[in-house]
């Protein structure tokens, strides 16, 4: 299918109409590689390594991983991606701090300049062919987070995320007094299937819960019915949800 696709890019070059096809955005379909040091110069072996969709990270108070501490911690992501000629407009913004290289060429870096969670933008004409990306990252204290784009035709920024409101709870599993929720988590399916009443007079029923919206963030929470803000994303930067009945986490509100 791959090969599909490049054999239309490359048909339709020679017929002068390439611009009426559409170059890939960022992060579609392109894997980065995430290598994650538990310290604050990228030395030694990585302590964990994963493999995700996108550059685009909230970690809190916290870090990436057990294996990572929350303060002082260092990352390097990398991928390769393909690229139609023309030019792309790449944005990051990080606290605390990064470099952006692409086919080995630092193009902006903010190490050492005092600017965390300044946003970044910068213009850079581009060759048809595919090219490496790498983005440096550093996590001095507090609040961590990362988020790396790209938009073709020169468009575009990147806007800072709303530092009023808590990330978006998760957990890997979730019980409370109604039942065991792990495997509604895992399996992605409504809350009601793992519902179990505690017999109480004043608990919810089965009717109550399945009235309720799918849970989006599984995390213990209480009391039933309340609503938070939680911040979400660069796209959705805030968002109400309410506590389930099950006392088993959020859905929009």
Known sequence: MKRFFIL??????????VS????????????????YFGNPEWAGAPVTTEFVSFASFDWGYGSPSPYVPADNFTARFTTDAFFYAGNYTFSVIADDEFALMIDGVTHLDSRGQGQSGKPHNITIPMAQSQHHVEVLYREWSVTAYLFVNWTYGG???????????????????????FGDYTACLQQGIHQANCFVSDGAW???????????????????CEPADQVSTFYVSLEVPQKDYRCSKTLAGWFPN
């Open 202 to 220: 004043d608990s919810p029923n089965l009717g109550s819960i399945q009235m309720e919206r799918p849970i989006e963030a599984w995390a213990k």
């Open 20 to 35: 009426s096809l559409a170059p890939a955005a960022a992060q579609s379909g392109n894997t980065w590689r995430a290598d």
């Open 8 to 17: 239309i890019a490359v048909l339709a070059t020679g017929l002068g109409v």
């Open 155 to 177: 468009g575009g920024s990147i806007r800072p995320p709303v530092q009023n409101y808590p990330p978006l709870p998760s957990s890997d599993s979730v019980q409370t007094k």
